[in-house]
């Protein structure tokens, strides 16, 4: 496809989505927000995680609506940058008024720690969410640590010993934001809970939690997505984007 038809098809395609999300708007009465990593039917790449580019227009979009107008992100979303994920999350959990996360079919890593920031999350029986560990240079957190302890400190690298310190305060920093993200929707007990099993190794960065485990969690999971976002994704090109695995890590850490 040349130039000018790569331009016609994304008119088009832009025309079609802004009409869908207008419609879905208009039956729910909210602003509907989205975030989808699919490749674009007139380009040959894909963005595959959640990137500062996309924190800054998810921020505007929830900058100017107004306060008391529900949100509805539609997250679609292997994980990404672990700055840009927290930022959308603070943004959505200081919104006035309810928040729901769609995740059509998943929202992996840092797209989880989003819907953690919703008043409700509607999910599919297919649909998944995903561990938020801190990854550093590509390791779990939580496995640097643990090896501290099967291993005596003379025997460990002072570059280890480094990153290691740099885990914990990781592991400790996102602790610390899914607690407060679950504030006033859950007991601090649940709270606790639910952040020591999505960050304390209990699972690999890439195993699915579906929408029974996440409701048997505390969260407020409701089952059924609207068919209109679906219409929205039937704009987009499937079947060329990596599975939900972990993020590609370079020196800052990433969900």
């Known amino acids: 496809m040349g130039p000018e038809g790569k331009e016609s098809l994304r008119q088009a395609t832009m025309a079609r989505r802004q009409a869908i999300i207008a419609e879905l708007e208009r039956e729910r009465g909210t602003r509907v927000i989205t975030m989808i990593h699919r490749r674009e039917p007139w380009e040959d790449g894909a963005q595959e995680s959640i990137t500062i580019e996309d924190t800054e227009f998810v921020l505007m979009r929830i900058r100017t609506t107004p306060p008391e107008?529900?949100?509805?992100?539609?997250l679609h979303t292997p994980g990404g940058l672990a700055l840009a994920a927290e930022m959308i999350a603070m943004a959505l959990?200081?919104?006035?008024s309810p928040v729901t996360v769609m995740v059509p079919?998943?929202?992996?890593?840092?797209g989880t720690l989003i819907a953690l920031a919703a008043d409700e999350i509607r999910m599919e029986p297919y649909s998944v969410l995903g561990p938020v560990d801190?990854?550093?240079?590509?390791l779990p957190a939580v496995s640097i640590l643990r090896l501290l302890q099967t291993k005596p400190l003379e025997a460990i690298q002072d570059q280890t010993l480094i990153i290691a310190d740099v885990a914990r305060l990781a592991l400790e920093n996102v602790q610390r934001f899914i607690r407060w993200l679950l504030e006033g929707r859950v007991?601090?007990?649940q709270a606790a809970g639910i952040a020591e099993f999505l960050t304390g190794g209990y699972l690999a960065h890439d195993t699915p939690i579906t929408a029974d485990l996440a409701r048997a969690m505390g969260l407020n999971v409701i089952e059924g997505v609207p068919v209109?976002?679906?219409e929205l994704f039937e704009t987009c090109a499937f079947g060329v984007c990596k599975r939900p695995c972990i993020a590609q890590y370079d020196r800052t850490f990433s969900l």
């Open 69 to 74: 107008q529900p949100i509805d992100l539609i």
């Open 134 to 138: 801190p990854q550093i240079a590509g």
């Open 93 to 96: 959990k200081r919104h006035p």
């Open 228 to 230: 209109r976002v679906y």
């Open 105 to 110: 079919f998943y929202a992996m890593s840092g």
């Open 187 to 189: 007991s601090p007990e």
